[in-house]
Nanobody
Framework: QVQLVESGGGLVQPGGSLRLSCEASGSISSINAMGWYRQAPGKQRELVAS??????????NYADSVKGRFTISRDNAKDTVYLQMNSLKPEDTAVYYC?????????????????WGQGIQVTVSS
């Protein structure tokens, strides 16, 4: 099991910045990738950014809508993933969720699971 705790959300004016943090605990070694998703009212949850583990090359991926404005990074010593959000727009308003994609061996069978944080509100408004 992996527990994910998000922090850093809040209210910011358009053009401002926020940094979200997601601290992982538990079966860290089973994590293949971590990501940030968001869900606005009345919309489906969507991927914002993801980063694979060091073993998988630390590859990053961004939604087109945030490329050039958001940066995902990781501090392995703190088991924490960050999402630096710059040039925020009202359409970035949503609940942001951290997730972790995991896999592990279980008596010769590969098990897979995605764990989610509780979500944190980001509101961009003047």
């Amino acid at each position: 099991q992996v527990q994910l705790v998000e922090s850093g959300g809040g209210l910011v004016q358009p053009g401002g910045s926020l940094r979200l943090s997601c601290e992982a605990s538990g079966s860290i070694s089973s994590i293949n990738a971590m990501g940030w998703y968001r869900q606005a009212p009345g919309k489906q949850r969507e991927l914002v950014a993801s980063i694979t583990s060091v073993a998988r090359g630390s590859r990053v991926n961004y939604a087109d809508s945030v490329k050039g404005r958001f940066t995902i990074s990781r501090d392995n010593a703190k088991d924490t993933v960050y999402l630096q959000m710059n040039s925020l727009k009202p359409e970035d308003t949503a609940v942001y969720y951290c997730n972790a994609d995991r896999s592990w061996g279980d008596h010769g069978v590969i098990r897979r699971k995605t764990d989610w944080g509780q979500g944190i509100q980001v509101t961009v408004s003047s």
